[in-house]
């Protein structure tokens, strides 16, 4: 987990905690990726610092990135385990941003 300033945040990272704004207002949830219209709403917000999910690795310090591959894998595999549900529900939906977003942040963790 890294914490980092807004204008530090990138397209497609993962919030590793809940984000509240100054005033005590929750903001964005535990495992959102976040995208362009969420890294300028946290700086239009006064939010100081996020928590972030690291894909740093451990031993050697280099930034893991998820191979295409990998990602459509994971996709997949999450697709299938949810087959038996409606998919347009916000919950499922949210369950499987989930799942795939840690999936994915595992990778290269043994």
């Not at 890294?39 to 050697?60: F, K, P």
């Not at 999450?78 to 549900?85: A, F, G, I, M, P």
Request: proline share 4%.
């Amino acid at each position: 987990m890294e914490t980092l300033s807004p204008s530090a945040l990138k397209v497609g990272m993962v919030l590793a905690k809940d984000v509240y704004g100054p005033s005590g207002r929750f903001l964005l949830g535990k495992d959102c990726e976040l995208t362009d219209k969420h890294v300028q709403a946290l700086l239009s917000w006064g939010v100081v610092s996020v928590d972030v999910v690291s894909n740093q690795n451990e031993d050697t310090g280099e930034y893991l990135t998820v191979p295409e591959e990998v990602k459509n894998t994971i996709i997949a595999k999450t697709d299938e385990r949810l087959k038996h549900v409606e998919q347009s529900e916000p919950l499922i939906q949210a369950l499987r941003d989930a799942v795939i977003n840690f999936q994915m942040s595992q990778y290269g963790k043994g």
